[in-house]
């Protein structure tokens, strides 16, 4: 059952957007949990003139230690359910599960975004989403030396790209029935786009109207995994209870 929770989450992985944006890092039983923050704080000097003497750089190496937190789940489906049900009902909840696991890290990237927004640059507020906005959001990473390498859009927003006039002008014909027939935006000005409007609506993290624009991976932050998702098959029996189920726990 474990093997069978690895490969599934791994397909879901693919769904969400949490490890496609960010770094990846296991730790191993007993190591703390921090992230190396790289700066450029040395400074050199040119000196025109004999027995120099300069100014030393002194050094230290700044760190993030991130709280330790849990993903969990736990099902619980009455044993008249499962008989009654005319499909693997126990199955069928097993993948919802994972599912809910995937989301709940997804919700707590968002809010992250959302709490880093404003630590540096500021909030866009557009009526319509327009190359002009999609550029100066560009802008405010790009602008610290940052590549800009994901847009986060919402479903609805999809709708200004496909209508709006100016982002018209910028996709060629072929372009352009690509994306009417098949949806797929692929990537405007480098920057790829990416949305979590073709999940189920319980799956959703996106509120309508809402964009986020990200930096590399490598300079927005990394996911650290203390522990992989295991799943545990439970059962109500030996309370003298009658229910089936699953617990799902990661760290």
């Known amino acids: 059952g474990e093997t069978v929770s690895e490969e599934i ?21 007993g190591d703390i949990a921090r992230i190396a923050v790289r700066k450029k704080d040395v400074l050199a000097y040119y ?32 044993n008249m359910e499962l008989e009654l049900a ?20 997804d919700l707590r990237t968002k809010a992250l975004f959302d709490a880093a927004a404003t630590a540096y640059n500021d ?22 030396t940052i590549p800009c390498a994901h847009a986060l859009v919402a479903i609805d927003l999809y709708n200004d790209i496909l209508t709006d006039s100016e982002f ?17 935006l692929g990537s405007f000005f480098g920057v790829t786009l990416m949305t979590d409007g073709f999940r189920y609506e319980t799956l ?6 809402e964009v986020y ?19 545990e098959n439970t059962i109500g029996a030996p309370l003298g209870q009658s229910w089936k189920g699953w617990y799902m726990e990661q760290m």
Do not use: C
């Open 123 to 144: 909030l866009v507020y557009f009526n319509a989403f327009t190359p002009s906005v999609f550029q100066s959001m560009r802008t405010q990473i790009s602008r610290w």
């Open 86 to 105: 005319d499909t693997d009902l126990l199955e069928h909840k097993y993948n919802d599960g994972l599912e809910q696991i995937l989301r709940q890290e």
């Open 204 to 209: 959703q993290v996106l509120n309508p109207g």
């Open 9 to 29: 989450y791994e397909a879901l992985g693919r769904e969400g957007f949490t490890r496609k944006l960010l770094g990846f890092k296991p730790i191993k039983r």
């Open 213 to 231: 624009f990200l930096g590399t991976p490598k300079a927005l932050g990394v996911v650290m995994e203390r522990k992989p998702l295991t799943v």
């Open 47 to 78: 000196i025109a003139h004999s027995s120099p003497t300069v100014v030393a750089s002194y050094v230290r190496q700044n760190y993030i230690n991130p709280p330790d937190a849990y993903l969990l789940a736990n099902i619980k489906i009455d």
């Open 168 to 184: 018209a002008s910028y996709y060629d014909p072929v372009s352009k029935h690509q994306l009417i027939m098949e949806g797929v």
